[in-house]
């Protein structure tokens, strides 16, 4: 049986680009991939076989060292929100490596009018990511209601402003100047908002495995007419979701042709199934890095619920006097020292223990039809619906109306936490879209397509990253609002190796999307 066996080994160093100036960044890539096919037909049997067979292995390094000498975990960044960034980089040595692994098999059977095919793909990953981010702590400056000051550099506490981060920043400077303290120069209106800083083991690792396994039959009942149908489940580690079970049909009729003779002017499409989309690795390994134990991430925010900063005997009040004593420290070159803050002011992520897989039920149609002039039309409809979307969420939010002056940061369900950021498969997403359009060549080097597309998208979830902490989040119904979408509408697969020119035409409104194209071949 006729197979090959290939071997690849890959290390490149990439140059600092715009935007990443200042880190080396060399790579490793290796390849094994082993294949095998074999076909047979033998007299005896009216059957076909087919089979193949993939083994392929990949393990990528990526390493970025700063090469600026003010990354430092001893100092901690400033972050002047809306104007600038400065201080200390807080980005550090990082090295990823990432071990892949992936096995595939398929069989395809072919007897009288049926075409069978089964098949299952098992694949792995490892990645050990060492990432000592923010470990020297990051102050950050914002706008605030600040009081107004008079010639002299005074607080007038009865005439209150808003003043931005850049404003705040700057009365931090003009209070340091005057040899203020760093209570006094909060109750100007100066001094940080917030300090936020990890500490801990900067080494996280996760390791996933995925399999899904398949059956299908394409059933051509009549030459114009085919059906198919197959089942697939799908399954992999971290998570306990096992009842993914995805059937699928569709079904294609040419009206019309009767026979192979002649190719049909019309096809008409029409199908549905269910498919899955993995739980990313990557949201294992937030949530094994910032667990509690591994590393702790901390921060500590200035109340918000004041109409005036603070007076130098309202900071030492024991509800705040924690908050301000680590925000109060702010200096260039040192870190505040955290040891004593509780775990209120910490932040963990998790993953829902019963945390289901998203699935996705897609339902569409689409009629193509053949017009002189090498002219194509096509039109169709499809809706997809998506249940059990991924987003986070801190469960262990403020309870609503609980922020006040005596409980700065609010009552939490659970008081011995602070955030608890979970992921969980709670999102909903729904898409309809309505298309039609045309292809056409009127020659060999000159073709034009357009298309127009209407549709509506809503959701509930802005992505597994953004954590809702909000206190409404608790009572509140889940927001939904609409995304943007790219037009879609059915492509011809072209075998044009060389374009020199091509124009886009596209306009999007409240009625829908317009798209206009052509192209210049040789």
């Known amino acids: 049986m006729p197979g090959w066996r290939n071997w690849q080994t890959q290390r490149t160093q990439n140059p600092p680009t715009f935007g990443s100036w200042g880190f080396d960044s060399p790579s490793r890539h290796q390849l094994l991939r082993i294949f095998r096919l074999s076909t047979g037909a033998q007299a005896a049997f009216p059957a076909i076989l087919e089979g193949s067979c993939c083994l392929c292995r990949s393990r990528r390094s990526h390493r970025s060292k700063p090469r600026l000498r003010t990354a430092s975990a001893t100092a901690p960044a400033l972050n002047v929100s809306s104007s600038f960034i400065g201080g200390s980089s807080q980005i550090g040595n990082v090295t990823n490596t990432r071990n892949n ?38 102050f950050t400056f914002t706008g605030a209601l600040v009081p107004t000051l008079d010639a002299n550099n005074q607080p007038i506490t009865n005439q209150p402003i808003f003043a931005d981060s850049l404003e705040r920043y700057r009365r931090t400077l003009l209070g340091q100047r005057l040899g203020l303290s760093a209570t006094e120069i909060r109750a100007m209106g100066g001094g940080p908002s917030q300090f936020s800083i990890a500490s801990g083991d900067p080494t996280a690792s996760v390791s996933q495995t995925d399999f899904g396994i398949y059956g299908q039959d394409d059933w051509r009942i009549r030459p114009n007419l085919t059906f198919s149908y197959g089942l ?24 019309g042709a009767g026979n192979g003779a002649k190719p049909p002017k019309m096809v008409i499409r029409g199908g549905g199934g269910v498919f899955y989309n993995r739980f990313n690795e990557g949201n294992t390994l937030q949530a094994n890095r910032f667990n509690g134990v591994n590393v702790l991430s901390t921060a500590v925010i200035e109340p918000t619920d004041r109409n005036n900063p603070p007076s130098v005997v309202e900071q030492q009040l024991p509800n705040v006097a924690g908050i301000y004593s680590i925000l109060n420290q702010w200096s260039p070159t040192s870190v505040p020292n955290v040891s004593g803050i509780p775990a ?31 002219i194509t039309m096509f039109a169709g409809f499809y809706n997809i619906r998506i249940t059990h979307v991924i987003r986070a ?5 403020p309870i609503p109306f609980t922020i006040t002056p005596l409980t700065p940061n609010g009552r939490r369900p659970d008081p011995a936490q602070g955030e608890v950021n979970r992921y969980e498969a709670s999102g909903q997403f729904n898409q309809r879209q309505m298309f039609i359009g045309f292809n056409s060549r009127f020659s060999r080097m000159f073709q034009l397509n357009g298309n127009y597309s209407l549709s509506k998208t809503t959701n509930d979830t802005d992505g597994p990253r953004r954590a809702r902490t909000s206190p409404r989040d608790r009572l509140a119904a889940p927001h939904r609002g609409a995304l943007a979408r790219k037009s879609g509408g059915a492509s011809r697969y072209e075998k044009t190796t060389k374009t020199w020119r091509k124009e886009t035409l596209s306009r999007a409104g409240p009625l829908g999307k317009l798209g206009l194209r052509w192209k210049v071949l040789r």
């Open 101 to 138: 692994w992936e096995l595939q098999d398929f069989l395809a059977w072919s007897k009288g009018t049926h075409a069978f095919k089964f098949g299952g793909r098992v694949r792995g990953v490892k990645i050990t990511d060492i990432n000592p981010n923010n470990f020297g702590g990051t």
């Open 232 to 255: 697939r489940y799908e399954g992999q580690s971290n998570i306990n979701s096992i009842l993914n079970f995805a059937p699928r049909l569709a079904v294609a009729w040419s009206p």
């Open 344 to 374: 209120t002011q910490q932040s963990v992520w998790q993953v829902d223990p019963n945390l289901q897989v998203p699935t996705v039920w897609v339902v569409g149609t689409q009629v193509e039809r053949q017009l002189p002039r090498n």
């Open 393 to 397: 969420r801190d469960v262990n939010a």
